[in-house]
């Protein structure tokens, strides 16, 4: 198949095979992910994730000069779970700042499950990135306000250019309920002087924030963003700062897919934040954002799927983000 254009899609000439090609790359990325669906399985740990479809599959893309693609069940809706790290961390940097935030949390990878609890005893006192579970809430307990929820979801709505995106509250109270593992880091951090207030109070930010309902396009127009350096590319206004849009890119090639980011790095080469939920957001630089969707997942929480689907869109349409040719 004859690659896009990397000036997005092209001259003018291009275009309009370059739109065919890019439709159809995605139709045939979601059979592609389709196929291997029954790898996979969905979350039960969060009770009410257990009632996802796994052999669901959708894709968006929204590309910096203003086209969208779609494919398969990309209007499905999804909670964002761990993909919420990426727009929480956001918020913690924009409202305490890099010092604060970083003495909370580290900047390196774990290769530990996404839930693991056990480099925080063994290794720093803090979690290691914010991209994991204990650092996520973490870094939830730095942003500050009265009420950090409403601030994360103006910043969600923003940022994924979707007004009414709002809160399911049967996900919300059913991890609530069930995130034991996630109660048992917040104490140990609590101890650790890493969370200063309530450790439940960090909690209950963080499980509101995992179960935000999103859809594809809700993450591509996310992606997109970032793909424009925090600028929407269509009203040119800036949606978040430069110097953070880089940190929280960075954390998604070395952290994104939890401990399966290395594998990902070397098939896609698309950075990439996944979520239990089964969503995948992506970001090709300067060029597009991609939403994802497939609820199936391995077993590091990965959408098998939404993985399989962009490591053949990668190939497809030449995302990786070392050019070049790919296997
Ligand atoms: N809310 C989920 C949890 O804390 C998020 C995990 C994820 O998506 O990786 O377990």
């Known amino acids: 198949m004859r690659q896009v254009s990397s000036s997005v899609l092209g001259s003018s000439d291009e275009r309009g095979s370059d739109r065919r090609i890019i ?10 992910g389709k196929r291997v669906t029954k790898t996979g399985r969905v979350a039960t740990y969060i ?5 996802a ?18 494919a398969g069940d990309w209007h499905e809706p999804f909670t964002m779970q761990s993909i919420s790290k990426t727009i ?7 409202t305490a700042g890099y010092d604060k935030v970083f003495s909370k949390v580290g900047l390196e990878p774990t290769g530990d499950s996404f839930n693991s609890i056990v480099k925080l005893e063994t290794r720093t006192a803090h979690p290691l990135n914010p991209m994991i579970n204990a650092g996520a809430i973490a870094t939830a307990s730095c942003i500050p306000g009265e ?12 940022v994924c250019l979707n007004k009414s995106l709002s809160i399911n509250l049967e996900v919300y109270l059913s991890e609530k309920r069930a995130g034991m593992r996630n109660r ?79 594998e990902f790095a070397i098939k ?8 239990v939920g089964g969503g995948i957001l992506s970001v090709v630089e300067g060029r597009m954002g991609i939403g994802v969707f497939n609820p199936s997942l391995d077993f590091k929480g990965n959408s098998v799927g939404g993985m399989h689907l962009l490591e053949h869109l990668s190939k497809s349409l030449g995302l990786h983000y070392f050019a070049g040719k790919q296997q």
């Open 184 to 262: 048992s880091m917040a104490y140990w951090m609590k101890s650790e002087n890493i969370i200063e207030g309530d450790p439940e109070d960090a909690l209950d930010l963080y499980f509101r924030m995992c179960s935000v309902n999103v859809t594809a396009e809700d993450l591509a127009n996310w992606g997109m963003v970032l793909a424009n350096d925090g600028v929407d590319p269509i009203s040119g206004e800036r949606l978040a700062e430069s110097w953070i849009v880089r940190i929280v890119k960075t954390f998604m090639v070395t952290c994104g897919m939890y401990d399966g980011s290395g």
């Open 47 to 51: 009770p009410e994730l257990s009632k």
């Open 147 to 158: 009420d950090p929820f409403e601030l994360y979801l103006d910043l969600a709505r923003k």
């Open 23 to 32: 439709q159809k790359a995605l139709e045939k990325a979601v059979d592609e």
């Open 53 to 70: 479809d796994p052999e669901h599959v959708g894709v968006c893309i929204k590309t910096v000069t203003g086209e969208t693609y779609s």
């Open 268 to 275: 896609a080469g698309i950075p990439s934040k996944s979520g």
């Open 88 to 94: 929480s961390l956001t918020l913690a940097l924009q």
